[in-house]
């Protein structure tokens, strides 16, 4: 019997050192844990949210096919991270690398390890938009929206500095 592949999309963020070198990085390290080829959102600079007295980010989200279960896939995420010199100094500070695992095909679930899909997704514009590119109809599961719905909600709540900044066309 064929293994079974799940549908992942993981958050990649950047913002110390050479910041798209870093995603390419982590995007060329994700690709070996796919069973498929990925799929990339494009490329945003983004402002720091929580810490907001810090560099701004690169972001992007990738789509992925695995047969990684989620608790797998979130402990490669965090090699990755490790890997490419990511260093927990201060939560939400900066960063070479951040890898967020975003959803996990249309699993709800909070474990102390991990919670699905990501508790401040519908939240942060440097992830909604990014999935919006990927996917426009996809369905947060917890909240039974799409996100492109999600992301026109929030889109006149942001400040202009807010707003992510298309890196290529």
Known sequence: MPPAYHTAFVALGSNLDDRLRCIEAATAQLARLASTPIHRSHLYDTAPMYLEEQPRFVNAVVRLETDLDPDGLLERLLDIETSLGRVRAERNGPRVIDLDLLLWDDLVRETEALILPHPRLHERPFVLRPLVDL???????????RVDEIWAELLPKLAQDELPIRLEP
């Open 135 to 145: 996917d426009p109809g996809l369905r947060h599961p917890a909240l039974g929206r």
